[in-house]
């Protein structure tokens, strides 16, 4: 483990884990740009502004490349076959793996996978037990995105509960030792899982990218499975998180919930909302400096990691008025949650619409959803990258 680097401020305590948001708001108020310590003791440049984070996730001064980090970046590491991925790509390597995979996540092909989306959140609802306690993150959440980025890529029904499982240890784990298990676990999987479908091709996502690596040689061959690992990974994770973020708060939320059921119209614009006030990713990925960098006028240093705090845009009152309150009728709507730039999320709109399947499919069929326990007993991860909870305990009646 890294010793805490005691000479920086630490951000991340038990109030910032009570309360990010709090936190963001104290720090903004004493200015845009702030160096602490990552809780591994690391240095990194914290940019907590709506208008500098927008502007530093477009900016090609900015790289995700780790080779241009010059204080040693200590995030968990990866193994090459997992590292060679999007999210570690700038420019010209980031696009020719971008349109490998693109016409997979378009709007209209997403459109196309609606129905199945719809009949496996039905399933899924169908099956939560009325007048009783049922953890929707378990039952609900996390396997209806499972299941839709599962089939894309044809993994098997039995391998997708244990691949989301490793992913949200290395992401949180419980101790340190958790994060290298998890790691080598998806490592083994998913070089197995390639070498499987190499033998038997299938119709299949993961099946297209082994022929461009075997026949047009687009693709390396840990890029092909780092490819894998990333659409995987990002398509399960996130919209999961989303789904209980946005549950609960429809919950704390009670008048925009009966305008919601009583208009289901209403659905796109409460996601988008949803996807400001509570998504789970409080950062951006990790970014290197390629020169001395100005932001807000603090000047970090070439080859520092910065941080941009999509958690604290997204709460900043200097974009968004009253930038703390729910409200599913806002004006301004725009958002970072899925990126911006180069990297805008290329499930963006499968992860919509999925979240908006689940949300419709547990309201229509269960308008008397209630919280099972008060909200200070829930349980959120601790991790200081992403804000989920571990479980949502729901009564559906």
């Known amino acids: 483990m890294t010793a805490p680097n005691t000479s ?233 998180h989303v789904i209980t973020s946005g549950v609960l708060t429809l919950l704390q939320h009670p008048q925009h919930l009966q305008e919601l059921k009583a208009d289901f119209r209403l659905l796109p614009d409460a996601v988008e909302e949803i996807l400001r006030y509570a998504h789970p990713n409080q950062m951006a990925i990790r970014r290197f400096t390629l020169e001395d960098f100005e932001i807000d006028s603090t000047v970090i240093p070439k080859g520092e990691t910065v941080m941009l705090c999509l958690g604290s845009a997204h709460r900043d009152p200097a974009r968004y008025p009253d930038a703390d309150r729910f409200d599913i009728h806002r004006e301004d709507k725009a958002h970072l949650a899925m990126g911006y730039g180069l990297h805008y999320c290329l499930g963006a709109a499968l992860a919509r619409t999925e979240v908006q399947t689940a949300l419709a499919a547990l309201l229509h069929r269960f308008p008397r959803l209630r919280l099972a326990v008060p909200p200070n007993e829930l349980r959120w991860r601790s991790s200081w990258r992403s804000r989920a909870l571990r479980e949502l305990p729901v009564i559906v009646d």
């Open 8 to 240: 920086l401020p630490s951000l991340f305590d038990a109030d910032f884990f009570a309360d990010p948001y709090a936190a963001y708001a104290r720090l903004r108020a004493k200015g845009g740009v702030h160096l602490v310590a990552a809780p591994d003791g690391a240095p990194i440049w914290l940019v907590l502004r709506e208008r500098d984070v927008r502007a530093g996730l477009s900016d090609p001064r900015l790289s995700v490349n780790k080779a241009h980090s010059t204080r040693g970046y200590r995030g968990f590491s990866l193994p090459p076959a997992l590292d060679a991925n999007l999210l570690n790509m700038d420019d010209s390597d980031h696009l020719r793996l971008r349109r490998l995979v693109s016409k997979a996540f378009t709007p209209r092909r997403v459109e196309q996978l609606r129905t199945a989306i719809e009949a496996t959140a039905g399933r899924l609802a169908d099956a939560l037990v009325p007048g009783e306690t049922n953890d929707l993150a378990a039952l609900y959440a996390n396997p209806l995105p499972v299941t839709v980025i599962g089939d894309l890529l044809d993994v098997p029904a039995a391998d997708r509960a244990p691949f989301s499982s490793w992913v949200g240890t290395m992401i949180a784990p419980d101790h340190p030792a958790q994060v290298a298990e998890a790691v080598s676990a998806i490592h083994d999987f998913l070089s197995g899982l390639v070498a499987a479908r190499r033998r038997t091709p299938g119709d299949d996502l993961l099946s297209a990218l082994i022929t461009a690596r075997d026949e047009g040689d687009k693709l390396s061959e840990d890029e092909l499975v780092s490819l894998a690992f990333l659409i995987l990974m990002a398509g399960a994770e996130n919209a999961q």
